[in-house]
């Protein structure tokens, strides 16, 4: 495999791995964040470690009519893209200050599926690419605790849906990941149960079985698959009385 | 919060961890408290816990740059040996220095300025490095270079001298993969010894003594010598990939296994090999790096097989004077009080320079007992026989050692509380074991 992967969200953890599990398979890589100066040491990993070239872009997921001047301004368009931009907020910030509930939406649907729509033109016209958008198993279902976030979330599953829809026959695959708990910094201090909570790694690993498998939606770990079926299966008349 | 113990999983303290991904992260953490970094947990000990406050420093894994020509790595403190030696052993790479197990960070490596199968030959893992980038109490960083009072204190320092954030080491070249082992059998204690005192030549040497086995044979042992195998050493087929060692399986022990579980393992592993080895012809045979260096690192969570209370290391080292009477002292002693140790090593030391470093010229023996009230009350009888003999001690295996002790046998520790001191890094990094031994 070959060809240039562009991580947006780069200085994630989930991204870190990400970018690190398709260098180890020789790809160029893209690093794009709000903040590049943090991506330096990155970049020095990447290519220390793999020996491929890695360069650092620019790019605020919120400023939207800059994301077609940053993919013109990219080396080349990728072959991969993958989106892990997202912030968790607080739910009861959140709930309390619609302000802040608008920036969280924005940043989990409205910046990602800006960006990704700019690449996917660019690769519809291209006729290849693949476009990987990560998620959350929050947008399967609207809860009292992360309903915000879950919804942001809810958009860009279907957003990322529309997508693969409207690309399937233009040469252009679209990956959904959809992962449950994960140890990262986003969950820092939360009590998760080991059982369920996936590491950066195991994140990365599944995006690029995904990518090399052509598959579409990707629960992280695999588990999740059935406990948002169950979870989605609850009746709304019942559901609204739990606090899962 | 979260319970967090040293490999050995010998009195877990309730500490908080916390990841840092960058300098800015410590930094930002100084201001919560005191605190101590931690590496991969490897240490045995409680050196990497702290009640308050605990740095998981595997966020900072990065690699910054390398020279192919001259085999120079800077890297973050978080980075594993095993990540070295992925990356860099296919371009004919291997840590100067190495423990027995590869899963340690280079900070925690540097800490405890870890020794190797090399070290009567190259000295420790701090004589590889060129420099080391150290936070103190205030946030700011120094370059600590070879010959200045921060480096010589760090190296050894257990990670009180302020948080290692990065470092320069030097790798070793190498022209493949393999090692040339040469295993000798010894009947006693005294012909492992003269064995190993013959053999200083060789570049890697490290010994398994049977202290299970009761009577004279105590102490008999197998002394395993290597060195670097050279391309032509390979078979024909493996030359144009000399790098290419097939990996290993990994076993995990999945559940605690009965404190008694291993006592017996162990035995009749060592008679096994001990036998098997004694009706092979003797000279040197090709064995891959991971076997010959990291045997343990192939069963994952073997720190499992001393069941729930843990296990708690000894390692002391005695200076050549001594070490003969010390030696034989040490196995009266355990084989007086009827336990075992079950893993037990040998090692010839070479001179070693630095100003809290363990390694002196001299033997070290590592042994391991499961926690009980029993090995417990042994060990304090060990610790006294170390000190009649001038001995001193691996603060990365200690979990349980007194002040009184310590203080004993290492008259540079006042030297080491007057730095920190001074420094004022007393109050601020501390770990369990720092608190106990009043460093």
Redesign the interface.
């Given at each position: 495999m070959s060809g240039a992967v562009l991580i947006l969200g780069a200085s994630s953890?989930i991204a870190r791995a990400t970018a690190r599990t398709f260098a180890a398979k020789g790809h160029r890589i893209q690093l794009a964040a709000r903040d590049t100066a943090?991506l330096e040491?990155?970049k020095?990993?990447l290519e220390?470690?793999?020996g491929v070239p890695v360069s650092l872009h620019r790019v605020d997921a919120l400023d939207i009519d800059s994301h077609m001047g940053f993919v013109d301004s990219l080396p080349e368009l990728p072959q991969i893209a993958v989106c892990a931009i997202g912030v968790l907020g607080d739910q009861a910030d959140s709930a309390a200050d619609m302000s802040r509930a608008v920036q969280v939406m924005r940043s989990n649907f409205e910046g990602p599926a800006s960006l990704l729509g700019v690449l996917a033109n660019a690769m519809e016209t291209r006729g290849s690419g693949t476009l990987v958008g990560i998620s959350s198993v929050a947008g399967d279902r609207g809860r009292a605790s992360n309903y915000i976030y879950g919804s942001a979330k809810a958009g860009f599953t279907t957003y990322l849906s529309g997508l693969r829809n409207r690309l399937a026959s233009k040469g252009v695959h679209v990956v959904t990941v959809l992962p449950g708990f994960v140890a990262t910094?986003m969950t820092?201090g939360m009590d998760l149960p080991a059982r369920l909570t996936a590491s950066p790694e195991e994140v990365a690993d599944a995006i690029l079985a995904a990518v090399q498998r052509e598959q579409e939606v990707i629960y992280v770990r695999r588990i999740w698959r059935l406990i948002m079926f169950v979870i989605r299966s609850i009746p709304e008349v019942i559901f609204k009385k739990t606090s899962i | 919060m979260t319970q967090l113990s040293g490999w050995g999983r010998f009195r877990p303290v309730e500490t908080t961890l916390?990841?840092v991904?960058?300098q800015e992260d410590v930094a930002a953490a100084l201001t919560k408290g005191p605190l101590i970094a931690r590496g991969n947990g490897r240490s045995y000990g409680d050196s990497a816990v702290n009640p308050a406050l605990t740095l998981d420093m595997k966020?900072m894994?990065?690699?910054?740059?390398?020279d192919p020509d001259t085999g120079i790595?800077v890297?973050?403190a978080g980075v594993l040996l095993a990540?070295v030696i992925a990356?860099f052993l296919p371009r004919g790479w291997f840590p100067a220095v190495t423990p027995g197990t590869k899963f340690v960070t280079l900070g925690g490596a540097i800490a405890a300025d870890v020794h190797g199968k090399n070290h009567h030959i190259d000295g420790s893992f701090g004589s590889f490095v060129d420099w080391i980038d150290v936070m103190d109490a205030t946030g700011h960083v120094t370059r600590a270079v070879p010959n200045t009072d921060l480096y010589g204190w760090t190296l050894g320092g257990m990670g009180l001298t302020g948080v290692i954030l990065r470092t320069q080491i030097r790798l070793r070249q190498v022209e493949s993969g393999y090692i040339l082992q040469d295993m000798r059998a010894t009947q006693t204690l005294d012909a492992t010894i003269d064995m190993m005192e013959a053999t200083l030549r060789a570049p890697y040497s490290v010994a398994w003594l049977d202290c299970v086995t009761q009577g004279p044979m105590m102490g008999r042992g197998l002394v395993m010598l290597g060195r670097h195998a050279p391309v032509d050493a390979l078979p024909p087929t493996d030359r144009a990939r000399p790098f290419n060692v097939r990996p290993k399986r990994t076993l995990r022990l999945p559940v605690d296994l009965p404190a008694m579980a291993l006592n017996g393992i162990t035995r009749h592993a060592f008679n096994a090999a001990y036998y098997w080895n004694g009706r092979r012809k003797p000279g040197e045979r090709l064995v891959d790096w991971d076997t010959y260096f990291y045997p343990l690192d192939a069963i994952l969570d073997w720190n499992r097989g001393y069941g729930k209370a843990g296990f708690v290391q000894f390692q002391c080292v005695l200076p050549q004077d001594t070490a003969r009477a010390g030696l034989h002292a040490l196995m009266e002693a355990i084989s007086r009080s009827g336990e075992a140790s079950v893993l037990s090593v040998l090692k010839r030391m070479g001179r070693q320079a630095g100003r809290i470093s363990f390694p002196m010229a001299g033997y070290t023996l590592a042994l391991d007992f499961p926690a009980n009230e029993r090995s417990l009350r042994l060990m304090n009888r060990l610790d006294a026989i170390t000190v009649d003999h001038g001995g001193r001690f691996y603060l990365a295996k200690d979990a349980r050692m007194p002040q009184q002790v310590l203080d004993a046998a290492d008259p540079r520790v006042a030297g080491f509380r007057a730095m920190r001191a001074e420094r004022g890094l007393s109050d601020v990094f501390r770990s369990t074991q720092s608190d106990r031994l009043g460093l």
């Open positions: 953890d943090r040491a990155d020095a990993d220390t470690r793999f910094q820092e | 916390r990841r991904r960058s966020g894994d990065r690699m910054l740059s390398f790595l890297a973050e990540d990356r």
